[in-house]
């Protein structure tokens, strides 16, 4: 395992491998996409849960892409890895970066020009195509508040998903995502109510393809 010696991978490592994307009982994920994928803890905790699934990482961080890329090496993880971000339609955007390699993120922040890298920018449905993928039993998302584009606009590939396990940010409130979710089918259960910093965790399970 890597880690930087920083305080936020430290931190990143307590929670997912506390389980704050552990999966309802009897769920066995064979394709797993991982959205913000960072340095590749997710990536690694669901390896070791489900050893037979494929893992698709979606981290547009160079920071953050090339510890992905060496901890997937380092552990043989079953991984395909896409450097770049994921939006409603195909293009390049800003990443804003901070000093917290946790916290980069695609909306506007007020950081400086000199804080901002250009990205490319994919849809789930291009990704889905370029691994063969007919639906998703597990999304993992994580984007620093841009899930509330990315579940909301141009979002027909819901209907092919299984299973969501992520965090919602300042922003965009459980409300908002039960509406935008139950759309297509989804229950939403609160892991963690939106705390001081604007973050809560969820998991949601689609009553037609669980």
């Given at each position: 395992?890597?880690?930087r010696?920083n305080?936020v991978?430290?931190k990143l490592?307590?929670?997912v491998?506390?389980g704050?994307?552990?999966?309802?009982?009897k769920q066995?994920?064979k394709r797993?996409?991982?959205l913000?994928?960072?340095?590749?803890l997710?990536?690694?905790?669901f390896?070791?849960?489900?050893?037979?699934?494929?893992?698709?990482?979606?981290e547009p961080a160079?920071k953050?892409?090339?510890?992905l890329?060496?901890m997937?090496?380092?552990?043989a993880?079953?991984?395909?890895l896409?450097d770049c971000?994921?939006g409603p339609?195909?293009?390049s955007?800003a990443?804003?970066?901070?000093?917290d390699p946790?916290?980069?993120?695609?909306?506007?922040?007020?950081?400086?020009?000199d804080?901002?890298?250009t990205?490319q920018l994919?849809?789930?449905p291009?990704?889905m195509?370029?691994?063969?993928?007919d639906?998703?039993?597990?999304?993992?998302?994580d984007?620093?508040?841009?899930e509330?584009?990315?579940?909301?606009d141009n979002?027909?590939?819901?209907s092919?998903?299984s299973?969501?396990v992520?965090e919602?940010h300042a922003?965009y409130?459980?409300?908002q995502?039960?509406?935008?979710l139950?759309r297509y089918?989804?229950?939403?259960?609160e892991?963690?109510?939106?705390n001081?910093?604007?973050?809560g965790?969820f998991?949601a399970m689609?009553?037609v393809?669980?």
């Open positions: 395992m890597l880690l010696s305080a991978d430290c490592l307590v929670e491998f506390g704050v994307y552990a999966l309802p009982a066995r994920p797993i996409m991982d913000g994928a960072n340095i590749g997710s990536a690694l905790y390896h070791r849960q489900f050893p037979e699934a494929s893992i698709a990482c979606i160079p953050n892409f090339s510890m890329t060496r997937v090496s380092l552990n993880l079953p991984a395909t896409f971000a994921i339609s195909a293009g955007t990443l804003y970066d901070t000093a946790s916290c980069c993120t695609l909306l506007p922040n007020g950081e400086s020009s804080n901002q890298i990205v994919k849809t789930i291009e990704i195509e370029v691994l063969h993928w639906r998703i039993d597990l999304l993992k998302i984007i620093e508040g841009y509330r584009v990315v579940l909301r979002a027909d590939w819901l092919r998903i299973c969501i992520g919602i922003g409130d459980f409300a995502l039960r509406e935008d139950g089918g989804f229950e939403i259960t892991r963690r109510a939106i001081e910093y604007g973050q965790n998991v689609s009553r393809n669980s």
